[in-house]
């Protein structure tokens, strides 16, 4: 994903990317809103992500999970999430209608 504005608040415990796409965002929805393509996206090919849940909504939740090259699922900086992370969902002003 190339992101170019990620924004930390520890506070709130969330990461806010924002991403240019070499695609339209139809495109790019079709991507988010199907659980089995974005896994093939989110993150590094060594560390592939599993999709465990996919409420995409606005303010919905995904939730996923990345396994290690040697299989372990990596620990995520939120320690409240367990070694999973989620991101919550907010419609692109683009696809607003």
């Known amino acids: 994903m190339p992101v170019i504005e990620p924004s930390l608040n520890e506070q709130d415990l969330t990461l806010t990317m924002v991403a240019e ?12 809103a199907d659980p089995r393509q974005l896994e093939k996206v989110w993150g590094p090919p060594t560390y592939p ?17 990345m396994t290690s090259p ?21 419609l692109p002003r683009l696809l607003r209608r």
């Open 49 to 65: 992500a599993t999709v465990v849940d996919h409420s995409l909504v606005p303010g919905g939740r995904v939730t996923y999970y």
């Open 21 to 32: 796409f070499a695609a339209p965002p139809e495109r790019v929805w079709e991507v988010y």
């Open 70 to 90: 040697e299989g372990g699922e990596v620990p995520r900086p939120l320690g409240s999430l367990r070694g999973r992370g989620a991101f919550t969902i907010r």
